[in-house]
């Protein structure tokens, strides 16, 4: 499966993105989804989770109420709206396929995006 992020960019504090992620090669209604974001200098960390029929969905506290993680299986995509952004929600989001079981530990997944980067100004 070959997974492709996209939607960051430069906002100001309290603004909003979608991210987006694309996925090709697979069947993406047998996956999983999750959302990952690493800062300079931090470990990768996870953010949200789907599971494969859009039933189940997992958060992190940090953005529980502010972020909302949906899925088109039609369209082979994931999303990631972000709202209420934060300076501390800067960072490179990358967007990852799980096959067996939902996690929050990016060691769940096995297929993983490039990445796209979101910058939160102050």
């Known amino acids: 499966v070959q997974l492709q992020a996209f939607g960051g960019g430069l906002v100001q504090a309290g603004g909003s993105l979608r991210l987006s992620c694309a996925a090709s090669?697979?069947?993406?209604?047998?996956?999983?989804m999750g959302w990952f974001r690493q800062a300079p200098g931090k470990e990768r960390e996870f953010v949200s989770a789907?599971?494969?029929?859009?039933?189940?969905?997992y958060y992190a506290d940090s953005v529980k109420g502010r972020f909302t993680i949906s899925r088109d299986n039609a369209k082979n995509t994931v999303y990631l709206q972000m709202n209420s952004l934060r300076p501390e929600d800067t960072a490179l989001y990358y967007c990852?396929?799980?096959?067996?079981?939902?996690?929050?530990?990016?060691?769940?997944?096995?297929?993983w995006g490039q990445g796209t980067q979101v910058t939160v100004s102050s």
């Open positions: 990852a396929a799980a096959h067996r079981d939902m996690s929050r530990s990016p060691s769940g997944y096995d297929y």
């Open positions: 090669g697979g069947t993406f209604s047998n996956y999983h």
């Open positions: 789907i599971s494969w029929r859009g039933r189940t969905t």
